[in-house]
T-cell receptor
Framework: DAGVIQSPRHEVTEMGQEVTLRCKPISGHNSLFWYRQTMMRGLELLIYFNNNVPIDDSGMPEDRFSAKMPNASFSTLKIQPSEPRDSAVYFC???????????FGPGTRLTVL | GDSVTQMEGPVTLSEEAFLTINCTYTATGYPSLFWYVQYPGEGLQLLLKATKADDKGSNKGFEATYRKETTSFHLEKGSVQVSDSAVYFCALRGGATNKLIFGTGTLLAVQP
């Protein structure tokens, strides 16, 4: 199995630009999670989906952030407009909802100048 | 709400030293408990888990015992190696939710 796939691995953009992060969960997994990791705030859950439906988006910081899961094999996290304080590593994870272990992707390192 | 507290790092040890990273939790009901490890430049990987009181999770020489009476899940290893240098996260999954609640992470640096 290829594991959770995230793209791009690195993204550098300028303030005000739109950023789209992509995630392909492990085949057969029905839950998908987006996390953000920073030195100051540690690892934060932004949103998670069950069967492509958003279940809990209480961690989404503000309206500039949006996430979609149009099908079981693809999800996007969009930031529009981006700001320097959005610089972080963004992780996607997936699991089978009935099981405990979440499998993490390698992350996307976002730098907003 | 549910929460996890783990000791702050960095923890710096010499090779073959004994490791303890403390983790305590607050949760209603009977959560499942986890330790995840993050090597430099990588995502988190499950290291070990325990799903009920008195269970011991173990993997790669690491161990942690689910202690309900002290609400703790401390990570231990008898002899650390340089390759164990990483950030270690304690986490819980409570009740019917599929969410993991993570601690802040503890950086372990093992020197040769």
């Amino acid at each position: 199995d290829a594991g959770v796939i995230q793209s791009p691995r690195h993204e550098v953009t300028e303030m005000g630009q739109e950023v789209t992060l992509r995630c392909k969960p492990i085949s057969g997994h029905n839950s998908l999670f987006w996390y953000r990791q920073t030195m100051m705030r540690g690892l934060e859950l932004l949103i998670y989906f069950n069967n492509n439906v958003p279940i809990d988006d209480s961690g989404m910081p503000e309206d500039r952030f949006s996430a979609k899961m149009p099908n079981a094999s693809f999800s996007t996290l969009k930031i529009q407009p981006s700001e320097p304080r959005d610089s972080a590593v963004y992780f996607c994870a997936s699991n089978v909802a009935a099981n405990n272990e979440q499998f993490f992707g390698p992350g996307t390192r976002l730098t907003v100048l | 709400g549910d929460s996890v507290t783990q000791m702050e790092g960095p923890v710096t040890l010499s090779e073959e030293a004994f490791l303890t990273i403390n983790c305590t939790y607050t949760a209603t009901g009977y959560p499942s408990l986890f330790w995840y490890v993050q090597y430099p430049g990588e995502g988190l990987q499950l290291l070990l888990k325990a799903t009920k009181a008195d269970d011991k999770g173990s993997n790669k020489g690491f161990e942690a015992t689910y202690r309900k009476e002290t609400t703790s899940f401390h990570l231990e290893k008898g002899s650390v190696q340089v390759s164990d240098s990483a950030v270690y996260f304690c986490a819980l999954r409570g009740g019917a939710t599929n969410k993991l609640i993570f601690g802040t992470g503890t950086l372990l640096a093992v020197q040769p």
